[in-house]
C-alpha cells in the first residue's frame, strides 16, 4: 500500500471511479511497485521474458480475437501466425485476423519504447496492422455506427468523431504522469465509447491499452474470453454512467495475473522471490527513512551547540557519511556488530577552559533499552569520547554521554525518538528536543573538566 494517498484526475476525461477510487489506486500503485521491484532485483532477463512471452504472445491474440467472435484455440493462432495457415473448420477471416494482430502488437512494442504519451497517430498505425491494410485501415470513420447489444450511439460523423479524439489526445497528454494502470483504463474505455473506427475499435482499443501497460514496465493483460460478458457489461457502464470502477476491477486483476504469472517465470529461471524481493524493498525504504532522520538529527545538534555556545570557543563537526546500507541495516537489525559505523564528531574547545570530544556511531540496540520499551533489535545511536586510559582511540562511557547515551527509532515514525538518559531512564523526545539536550551536555562536559 503507498504511504499515503495517491489520487487520479480524471479531469477533463467522462469518468470518474466512485465507490471504491481510493482502493482501486491503491491497487495499480502496488502493481507498479511491484513490477518496478522485479525489474530493479535485475530479475527480467532475456530467458525470463523469453520463457514468459513465449507462453503468451499466442494466448493475448487468441483471446482478444474471441471477444470480437474468433473460434481459433491458443494452438490454432500459434499455427495461423507461424505457418500462416488457414485453419480448416473456421472461417478464413479469423486466421487473417490472428495474423494483422500478431503484427499490430508486434508494432505495439515497439510504440512502447517511445516514451510519450498515446496519441491519434499511433492508434491509427495500431489499426492499420489490426485490419491489414484494408479499406478504412488507419482512418476515423465518416459513418454512423451501432454497437451491437449496447444503448450507446458513437459520434456519428467524420466532425464529431475528431473532435471527440482530439479530446482523447489532449487528455493523453495533459495526464502523463497518472498511475500507467489506470491511464491504460481510462484510454481503453475511452475509445471504445468514441469507436472511431468502422471496424476493430475491440481490438484496437486493447493494443493501446496494453501499450501502456508495456510502456510502464508492466506485462501486457489478457482480457479472456470467460471474461467477455463481464468485460462488455463493464464497458457498457462506463457508457452510460460513466463509472470505471466495474472495468478498472476487471482490468487490474487480470493486470495482477499477468505480474504473478511474469513473476512465476523469473522465478522459474533466476530464483526470484517474490515475497522475499518485497520484504528487501520494505528493508530499504526503512534504512533510507533511518539514514535521513539521522542526518536531520545532527544538523539539529550542531544548530543547538552553536547556538548555546552564543560565539564562545571553536566548535568542528564532521558528518562522516557513513549512512546505513541495506546490509547494515539488516545486520544491526539481527543484533550483529558488522553493521557499525563512525556518524559524527563533535570537537569542542573554549580558551581557559579545555576541550571535549564526543563521537557518535551506531551500532545495535543496547539490551537496557531493549528491555525498559520492549523494542526488538534494529540500529541505536551511541556516544563515546577519547579513551582516558589511552589504549584504544574511543572509549564508550555511558556516564559520560552528552544529555542521550542511546537513541533510536520505531520506525517507520520519526517524529519521536527513542531516548535512554545516562541515569538509564528511558523517555520519548522530538528531533529539536534531542538536539537541545546534547548541545547542554556537550557544554556541560566542557564546563564540568
Not at 499455427?79 to 485453419?87: S, Y
Not at 517474490?274 to 542526518?295: F, H, Y
Not at 549512512?323 to 547494515?328: I, M, Y
Request: with cysteine.
Amino acid at each position: 500500500m503507498p504511504e499515503r494517498p495517491v489520487s487520479l484526475s480524471l479531469d477533463g476525461s467522462p469518468y470518474t471511479i466512485e465507490a471504491t477510487g481510493q482502493r482501486v489506486v491503491d491497487k495499480a500503485v502496488e502493481l507498479q511497485r511491484r513490477a518496478t521491484r522485479l525489474r530493479d532485483q535485475g530479475k527480467l532477463t532475456e530467458a525470463t521474458l523469453r520463457a514468459y512471452f513465449g507462453d503468451k504472445r499466442f494466448e493475448q491474440i487468441a483471446e482478444s480475437n474471441a471477444i470480437e467472435g474468433s473460434t481459433l484455440s491458443v494452438g490454432e493462432t500459434a499455427l495461423a501466425v507461424e505457418k500462416g495457415m488457414t485453419i480448416t473448420g473456421h472461417d478464413p477471416a479469423y486466421s487473417s485476423d490472428a495474423i494483422n494482430l500478431s503484427r499490430a502488437l508486434a508494432h505495439m512494442v515497439e510504440l512502447a519504447k517511445d516514451p510519450s504519451p498515446s496519441d491519434c497517430r499511433q492508434i491509427k498505425e495500431l489499426h492499420s496492422l489490426v485490419m491489414g491494410g484494408g479499406p478504412g485501415a488507419g482512418l476515423f470513420r465518416s459513418n454512423p455506427v451501432r454497437i451491437s447489444g449496447s444503448p450507446h450511439t458513437p459520434p456519428a460523423t467524420w466532425h464529431q468523431v475528431m473532435s471527440n479524439m482530439e479530446e482523447w489526445e489532449r487528455w493523453s497528454r495533459g495526464q502523463a504522469e497518472t498511475i500507467a494502470a489506470l491511464r491504460a483504463v481510462v484510454l481503453h474505455a475511452w475509445l471504445t465509447h468514441i469507436h472511431p473506427f468502422s471496424d476493430g475499435n475491440g481490438r484496437t482499443a486493447r493494443a493501446v491499452m496494453n501499450l501502456e501497460f508495456i510502456r510502464a514496465g508492466l506485462p501486457s493483460v489478457i482480457i479472456r474470453r470467460k471474461d467477455r460478458l463481464r468485460y462488455y457489461e463493464a464497458l457498457a457502464e462506463s457508457d452510460t454512467g460513466g463509472d470505471l470502477e466495474p472495468l478498472s476491477e476487471l482490468i487490474l486483476a487480470r493486470a495482477e495475473d499477468a505480474l504473478r504469472d511474469l513473476e512465476r517465470a523469473a522465478k522459474r529461471h533466476e530464483g526470484y522471490d517474490a515475497v522475499q524481493a518485497r520484504l528487501r524493498e520494505e528493508q530499504a525504504k526503512r534504512a533510507a527513512i533511518w539514514n535521513d532522520a539521522v542526518r536531520l538529527l545532527f544538523s539539529l545538534v550542531d544548530d543547538a551547540i552553536d547556538v548555546t555556545l552564543g560565539g564562545t570557543g571553536d566548535l568542528a563537526t564532521r558528518w562522516y557519511e557513513a549512512e546505513l546500507s541495506v546490509d547494515d541495516y539488516v545486520a544491526l537489525s539481527q543484533g550483529d556488530s558488522e553493521g557499525n559505523s563512525w556518524l559524527f564528531k563533535i570537537d569542542l574547545s573554549v580558551p581557559g577552559v579545555g576541550r571535549c570530544r564526543f563521537l557518535a556511531w551506531t551500532g545495535y540496540r543496547s539490551d537496557e533499552l531493549r528491555g525498559a520499551t520492549g523494542l526488538d533489535e534494529g540500529p541505536s545511536v551511541f556516544w563515546s569520547i577519547p579513551d582516558p586510559a589511552g589504549n584504544r582511540m574511543w572509549w564508550q562511557d555511558d556516564s559520560k554521554s552528552p544529555g542521550v547515551a542511546e537513541l533510536t527509532l520505531e520506525l517507520p515514525s520519526v517524529d519521536r525518538w527513542v531516548a535512554r538518559m545516562p541515569d538509564g531512564k528511558v523517555d520519548r523526545l522530538t528531533p529539536s528536543r534531542v538536539a537541545q539536550r546534547v548541545a547542554k551536555g556537550v557544554v556541560d562536559a566542557l564546563a564540568d573538566q
